[in-house]
């Protein structure tokens, strides 16, 4: 596979980013598939994040401990999962094609493992591919991710 | 040598992924055989929870493990450990060889217990806590490779882990991958499961008429997986065999799967094209059956759009055992490969009278005995992710 882009980027949210988005990232992503016209059918995404669940998950249990099971705001709940910043990002960019979230920090995971993860990503049909490291948890929602893309030439 | 062992030798390659070893921690038992003889017996673990009544919730049915003693925050933990040590048994793993195997873990939130201790106000590490650490603790309990994987994609984690797995080892990275899923029970998804009103009011009943939403429930599978060439060296049986994953994401709703079933349907194609095999192939799909509304007619549009000649036959295993979320995929991984080593389908679980009807699609109401030799493994998950996984026979 072979790099195309690579951008590394921080931010300051006002709040958790499950209420506040992941826009720096969705932005960086929607103009790479503009600007190179990519086919979001065949775009595939590895999104390795330790962390992103944390706010969602506890701030859901804080709200069932003060409101009770019966009458809590579910709305957290879908961004209590790890799986979570990889499926908002999948859905505001329209990437269709695989998409793997390893729990893990950002440089857990061996390129060599990557590269294995990236080839087989590529041969379903997908032409391009995100990588994304994100750390999505602290006090003062100050946030940072590197976001790559990558092609299966 | 044996008849049965020329011919396994001629079914498989030396790059053939197989499973050596399998191990569980389900409320239907925590063993493989007792587990597989409860489904064969159509025994369902769904029942009313005191704790869940007294905490207050609406919705009090989920299946539990009983027999596990731990501390809350430790109960992922202890099911991965013991799970895995069946594995590793079965396979006939040598101790000393242990630290040149890789895990890989799929979950969905880690110990949740965790991390509502912490919202309780607990000072609690929550990196040891969520999957990663559970992996990291898992690999030093057995001493293996410490570089260890957690894929964390929801309610398919089991899917991934076992799939990806077998692309590491495809690649020779590893001599021996341990693949699997955990999920204790949590009381947060049952929070939010409930209020997203998910659940079901007296226990899951996947695509039957009735069926009114999902139940919770826990648990741990794990499986062995090494090349043939490597598990021939050292006699090991092989149980089954791994052929490929496909995945596809719906990228349409962070809960809600795509109604259409287009891109599960995707997904399905990608593992057969992948595994150079076409829908009539398979014996049946092991569904992913949770049991509400949005995700069962998903599913059953997806399951009308493969293309076939022969009537498809499928089965679900959450109205016997729950969902157990994390570990869901990779339990029903281990009754694929049950059904391939005994050529039956075990019936689905809570299913009596289909919500719709296809001629071409059947629905598994008693056990039945089938001969193909492949079985689809399919998982989907919040987010839209989608997967798909196809396992074979070994011999």
């Given amino acids: 596979?072979?790099?195309?882009?690579?951008?590394?980027?921080?931010?300051?949210?006002?709040?958790?980013?499950?209420?506040?988005?992941?826009?720096?990232?969705?932005?960086?992503?929607?103009?790479?598939?503009?600007?190179?016209?990519?086919?979001?059918?065949?775009?595939?995404?590895?999104?390795?994040?330790?962390?992103?669940?944390?706010?969602?998950?506890?701030?859901?249990?804080?709200?069932?401990?003060?409101?009770?099971?019966?009458?809590?705001?579910?709305?957290?709940?879908?961004?209590?999962?790890?799986?979570?910043?990889?499926?908002?990002?999948?859905?505001?960019?329209?990437?269709?094609?695989?998409?793997?979230?390893?729990?893990?920090?950002?440089?857990?995971?061996?390129q060599d493992e990557l590269d294995v993860y990236a080839h087989q990503i590529f041969l379903q049909e997908v032409t391009h591919l995100y990588i994304v490291k994100a750390t999505l948890y602290n006090s003062e929602y100050q946030y940072n991710s590197t976001v790559s893309l990558y092609t299966g030439q | 040598m044996s008849t049965f062992k020329l011919k396994m030798l001629t079914m498989l390659q030396p790059d053939s992924i197989v499973i050596t070893g399998m191990g569980v921690m389900t409320p239907l038992g925590n063993t493989v055989p007792i587990f597989w003889e409860a489904l064969l017996q159509q025994r369902s673990a769904i029942e009313p929870q005191e704790d869940l009544a007294a905490l207050g919730f609406k919705h009090i049915y989920a299946a539990r493990i009983k027999e596990l003693?731990?501390?809350?925050?430790?109960?992922?933990?202890?099911?991965?450990?013991?799970?895995?040590?069946?594995?590793?048994?079965?396979?006939?793993?040598?101790?000393?060889?242990?630290?040149?195997?890789?895990?890989?873990?799929?979950?969905?939130?880690?110990?949740?217990?965790?991390?509502?201790?912490?919202?309780?106000?607990?000072?609690?590490?929550?990196?040891?806590?969520?999957?990663?650490?559970?992996?990291?603790?898992?690999?030093?309990?057995?001493?293996?490779?410490?570089?260890?994987?957690?894929?964390?994609?929801?309610?398919?984690?089991?899917?991934?882990?076992?799939?990806?797995?077998?692309?590491?080892?495809?690649?020779?990275?590893?001599?021996?991958?341990?693949?699997?899923?955990?999920?204790?029970?949590s009381k947060t998804a049952h929070v939010g499961f409930s209020r997203s009103r998910?659940?079901?009011?007296?226990?899951?009943?996947?695509?039957?008429?009735?069926?009114?939403?999902?139940?919770?429930?826990?648990?741990?599978?794990?499986?062995?997986?090494?090349?043939?060439?490597?598990?021939?060296?050292?006699?090991?049986f092989p149980l089954a065999q791994i052929h490929a994953l496909g995945l596809t994401c719906d990228a349409f709703?962070?809960?809600?799967?795509?109604?259409?079933?287009?891109?599960?349907?995707?997904?399905?194609?990608?593992?057969?094209?992948?595994?150079?095999?076409?829908?009539?192939?398979?014996?049946?799909?092991?569904?992913?059956g949770s049991g509400t509304e949005a995700s069962d007619t998903a599913e059953w549009n997806a399951m009308q759009l493969m293309d076939k000649k022969e009537r498809l036959h499928f089965a679900g295993y959450k109205g016997a055992i729950g969902h157990s979320l994390g570990a869901a995929s990779a339990l029903e991984a281990i009754v694929c490969i049950q059904s391939l080593l005994h050529k039956i389908i075990p019936a689905s679980a809570g299913l009596n009278e289909p919500f719709m009807r296809n001629d071409l699609l059947a629905p598994v109401l008693q056990n039945e005995r089938f001969e193909k030799r492949y079985v689809l493994n399919t998982a989907y998950a919040f987010g839209g992710l989608n997967s798909a996984l196809v396992i074979g026979k070994a011999g």
């Avoid at chain 1, 705001?73 to 793997?100: D, E, Q, T, W």
């Avoid at chain 2, 695509?207 to 006699?235: P, Y």
């Fill in chain 1, 1 to 110: 596979m072979k790099l195309i882009q690579a951008q590394k980027i921080m931010w300051l949210a006002t709040g958790p980013w499950y209420k506040t988005g992941l826009q720096p990232i969705v932005e960086i992503i929607n103009n790479w598939i503009s600007n190179n016209g990519l086919d979001t059918n065949k775009t595939g995404l590895i999104f390795l994040c330790e962390d992103g669940g944390y706010d969602a998950c506890i701030d859901l249990w804080k709200m069932a401990i003060e409101q009770g099971v019966r009458f809590v705001n579910p709305a957290p709940f879908p961004y209590s999962l790890s799986s979570s910043p990889a499926g908002f990002v999948a859905k505001a960019c329209n990437i269709f094609g695989p998409a793997i979230i390893l729990v893990e920090k950002e440089n857990g995971s061996t």
């Fill in chain 2, 69 to 185: 003693i731990s501390l809350p925050e430790n109960r992922g933990l202890e099911l991965a450990k013991t799970a895995i040590q069946q594995a590793i048994e079965q396979s006939k793993l040598n101790p000393g060889d242990l630290n040149s195997v890789k895990l890989i873990i799929g979950t969905t939130m880690g110990e949740s217990a965790a991390f509502e201790s912490f919202a309780e106000g607990q000072s609690i590490p929550l990196g040891q806590y969520n999957g990663n650490g559970v992996a990291k603790k898992v690999a030093a309990h057995f001493q293996l490779l410490p570089n260890t994987t957690c894929v964390g994609t929801a309610c398919a984690a089991g899917n991934y882990a076992i799939g990806t797995a077998a692309w590491l080892l495809k690649e020779k990275k590893y001599k021996q991958i341990i693949a699997g899923g955990v999920e204790p029970f």
């Fill in chain 2, 198 to 236: 998910a659940m079901s009011a007296t226990g899951c009943k996947p695509f039957d008429k009735s069926h009114d939403g999902m139940t919770l429930g826990e648990g741990a599978a794990f499986v062995v997986m090494e090349l043939w060439e490597n598990a021939s060296k050292r006699k090991a």
């Fill in chain 2, 253 to 288: 709703h962070p809960t809600a799967p795509h109604p259409s079933g287009i891109k599960m349907s995707k997904s399905i194609y990608s593992a057969l094209r992948l595994a150079q095999i076409n829908t009539d192939d398979i014996g049946w799909i092991c569904i992913h």
